[in-house]
C-alpha cells in the first residue's frame, strides 16, 4: 500500500472535505468507534455526521454538537432503514464479545447485524462502506472468533460496494473502561514488546481511528473495488 506523505494527506483532505459528504458510525460507543467519531470531527471530513446504535450516547460540549444520533432495534433492523439513508460512507466498528453475549449473541452481532447494516447502508446510497475485522479472520479457520469474523467480511463483500475498506487489526491497545482483567494484562505485555516490533503485534486505537479517517479521503482504486489493511497497513496509514 503506498501511504500519502503528510502534505499529499492534507491536500486530499482538503478535497474530500469539499465534496461535503456524509457519514455514518456504526458501534460509536465502542473504543475504535469513539476515537474515530472523534478523528473525523477534528478532521471535519463530513457536511454530516449520524451514529447509529441501540442507544444514544451522552456526548457533551460544542464539540459533538452537530452530530446526529439515530436509535435503532437491531433485531427489528429493517424497520429502521430511514436511519442509513442519505449517507456516502459509512463506518463499521460494531462488535461484542463471546464471554459478553455468548456464542450466539456473538454470531449475531459480530456477523448478522454487520451484514443487514451493510444491505440498508446500500439501499439508502453508501458508495464506500469501511468496516473493522481482525487480524486472522478467516471464514474457513478452526477458530470460532477468527470464523465469524471472517464470515462477517465475506457478507459485506458480497454487498457490492463500489467500494469496501475492511481494516485487520491485532490486539489493540486502549485504556477500556469496562474492566476486563485478562485483557488488561495482555494490552500492557503488548504495548511493552510494542517498541521491539510495533507492527505485528498490537495497534492503538486511535491509530486504527486516524488510519480509517485518511483510507476514506484517499482515491479508489477502480480495479479493486475491495482493499484489505492488514495491521502493518494500518500503523503506516495512521501514523499522521
Not at 152 to 171: H, L, N, Q, T, Y
Not at 175 to 200: C, H, M, N
Request: glycine fraction near 8%.
Amino acid at each position: 500500500m503506498v501511504v500519502p506523505k503528510p502534505e499529499e494527506l492534507k491536500k486530499l483532505r482538503e478535497s474530500f472535505q469539499a465534496k461535503k459528504q456524509a457519514c455514518f458510525i456504526l458501534g460509536a460507543s465502542g473504543e475504535t468507534g469513539k476515537e474515530l467519531l472523534a478523528e473525523v470531527l477534528r478532521q471535519q471530513l463530513f457536511s454530516k455526521v449520524t451514529l447509529i446504535g441501540r442507544r444514544k450516547l451522552d456526548l457533551e460540549g460544542p464539540f459533538y454538537s452537530d452530530v446526529k444520533q439515530e436509535v435503532v432495534d437491531f433485531e427489528k433492523l429493517d424497520e429502521f432503514a430511514a436511519a442509513f439513508q442519505g449517507h456516502d460512507v459509512g463506518f463499521c466498528c460494531l462488535g461484542t464479545t463471546k464471554g459478553k453475549a455468548g456464542a450466539a449473541g456473538f454470531v449475531r452481532v459480530d456477523r448478522d447485524y454487520i451484514q443487514h447494516s451493510a444491505e440498508l447502508a446500500k439501499a439508502g446510497g453508501c458508495h464506500h462502506f469501511i468496516l473493522q475485522s481482525t487480524k486472522g479472520a478467516d471464514p474457513s479457520s478452526s477458530f470460532f472468533y477468527l470464523q465469524v469474523k471472517g464470515e462477517a467480511e465475506s457478507r459485506v463483500k458480497a454487498v457490492g460496494f463500489d467500494r469496501c475498506s475492511i481494516f485487520r487489526p491485532a490486539v489493540l491497545l486502549c485504556d477500556r473502561q469496562e474492566s476486563r482483567p485478562a485483557e488488561w494484562v495482555t494490552r500492557k505485555f503488548l504495548g511493552a514488546i510494542a517498541y521491539i516490533s510495533p507492527t505485528f503485534y498490537s495497534v492503538p486505537t486511535v491509530t486504527v481511528a486516524r488510519a480509517m479517517a485518511n483510507n476514506v479521503v484517499m482515491p479508489a482504486n477502480d480495479n479493486q473495488k475491495v482493499e484489505v489493511l492488514e495491521n502493518a497497513d494500518i500503523h503506516a496509514l495512521g501514523k499522521h
